[in-house]
Nanobody, 123 residues
Framework: QVQLVESGGGLVQAGGSLRLSCAASGHTFSFRTMAWFRQAPGKEREFVSA????????SYSDSVQGRFTISRDNAKNMVYLQMNSLKPEDTAVYYC????????????????WGQGTQVTVSS
């Protein structure tokens, strides 16, 4: 079992920045890839970014590429999402997730999920 707790969400104006954090606990050693997904109101959950255990491999959706940066601290079992140049369309609940194996953008390959943190970007 793995527990994931997100934090750092909030209300920000367009063009602003936020840093999301996700704390992992439990049997995390098997779950090498950590990722962020998001779900906007009335829309399906979508992939945002993922990072490998070493941090050497990262993946981003086209919509956030160049604006968001994912990172992790394995000593603390944490993953972060630095979000810059935020847009109103980034408004969503952001979820942290983990999976075994390689980085992937496929939602159903992820094994454990957090409860989410709300990000609201005002225009």
């Amino acid at each position: 079992q793995v527990q994931l707790v997100e934090s750092g969400g909030g209300l920000v104006q367009a063009g602003g920045s936020l840093r999301l954090s996700c704390a992992a606990s439990g049997h995390t050693f098997s779950f090498r890839t950590m990722a962020w997904f998001r779900q906007a109101p009335g829309k399906e959950r979508e992939f945002v970014s993922a990072v490998s255990w070493s941090g050497a491999t990262t993946s981003y959706s086209d919509s956030v590429q160049g604006r968001f940066t994912i990172s992790r601290d394995n000593a603390k079992n944490m993953v972060y999402l630095q979000m810059n140049s935020l847009k109103p369309e980034d408004t969503a609940v952001y979820y942290c997730a983990v999976k075994r194996g390689a980085v992937s953008s496929t939602e159903n390959l992820y094994d454990y999920w957090g409860q989410g943190t709300q990000v609201t970007v005002s225009s």
